[in-house]
């Protein structure tokens, strides 16, 4: 990777640290990432300029976005076939800005199979790149690697392992810790929230966490409702379900409606409505990893199409799907993937945990134990700061 940094050193002396940088994160978390990184980048540099694709907390850090994390989401390979269009579009749209010299950097957050595109021209025009919170190519789609290594100049992990995965196979990698830290709040009042959603004392709180794409929502949402009418057959349960910023809460509200059953729709607290709950039922993802940092027992589920579902398993490397289980390097937390994904197994899932309290605090127990791995906060600002010392190095001030 140096290598490759030399090489657009000698093509551009004396060019001064970016000035402009290529920011393109495809998701609702990764734009929480954005958010962080970039506030502390343009903390750090003066006069730096961000652009790219991201959602609300890029732009409320100071960045600009001409595509929103709303227009790029989709999930599964059919949905992502039937928009190709518009895909290609934006992405020949950001390989024209790059290569007319628009950028100094490329910082790319997950989204593999559009970032690997962006990463590949960025490389062309002789662009250093940062990928910041990786995919997991550790667990999937390792033929990817080739083109890590030839593409990539700095690999920001978040998972402690990561750094030897890579290093090993010669990739410049270096962990920072995961920036989820950042966002958990120092203090919760997880009875004053309770309270507010009028969960008496004594009472069990569920929580749904159905995912950040309308596709993810309208898939499993209906199947996790069917779950908590079975649930509700044997437990008393208040029910309160996770709103992500890039969805409508009326969305959410008309699959409330179809089902009959009663739940409250909250919105910007994620971190407080994890904590206030005695039991999760959580689609697979970053939502996971704030469920194990908030120590709630949980089941991981998810479903997709088919075809992508059959995909992805034949390109996977790895035992379980949930961030919790693969941290933990067996299985602590259940996982309903697919077609396991029912309504009745859901609900023996949660009522096992809701009949057997022992169980709970055992998951809560080895929850707190993995999140111990993860280190401290502050990721964000470390990861800004390995990007300008790599810049620095690279780049005459």
Known sequence: MADKADI???????????????????????DMYAGRICA??????????????????????????????????????????????FFLGVLNELKTKIAEGEYDAVILIDYPDFNMRIAKAADRGGLPV???????????????????????????????????????????ARFIGHPVLDELAPTQDREGFRENLGVGKGRTLLGLLPGSRVGEVSRMLPLMLSAVKIIRAHKAVNLVIGCADSIDPGILARHIEESGEEAAIVENSSWEMMNACD??????????????LANTPMQIVYRSDNFSYLLARSLTHVKWAGLPN????????????????????????????????????????????????????GASARAAKSIIGYLKKFQSL
Not at 59 to 85: C, K, N, P, W
Not at 279 to 292: D, E, F, P, V, W
């Open 8 to 30: 657009a050193l000698e093509l551009k002396p004396g060019k001064p640290l970016a000035r402009k940088i290529l920011l393109v994160a495809g998701e609702e978390s990764g």
């Open 40 to 85: 502390h980048l343009l903390r750090m540099v003066g006069g730096l300029k961000i652009e790219g694709i991201g959602g609300p907390r890029m732009r409320a850090a100071g960045a600009h976005t001409f595509y929103d994390i709303s227009q790029m989401s989709s999930v599964g390979v059919a949905s992502m076939l039937g928009r190709l269009r």
């Open 130 to 172: 940062f990928y910041y919170v990786c995919p997991q190519f550790w667990a999937w789609r390792r033929y990817r690697l080739r083109a890590v290594k030839k593409y990539i100049d700095m690999m920001l992990v978040v998972f402690p392992f990561e750094e030897e995965f890579y290093t090993k196979r010669r990739i410049n």
């Open 279 to 292: 039991y999760l039922i959580c689609k697979s993802g970053t939502s996971t990893l704030q469920a194990l």
């Open 326 to 377: 693969l941290l933990a390097k067996r299985k602590i937390v259940p996982e309903l993937i697919q077609w396991s994904m029912t309504p009745q197994n859901m609900a023996s899932a949660a009522l096992h945990y809701f009949n057997n309290p022992e169980a709970g605090e055992k998951m809560r127990s080895e929850l707190a134990r993995i999140g111990e791995s993860l280190g401290e906060p």
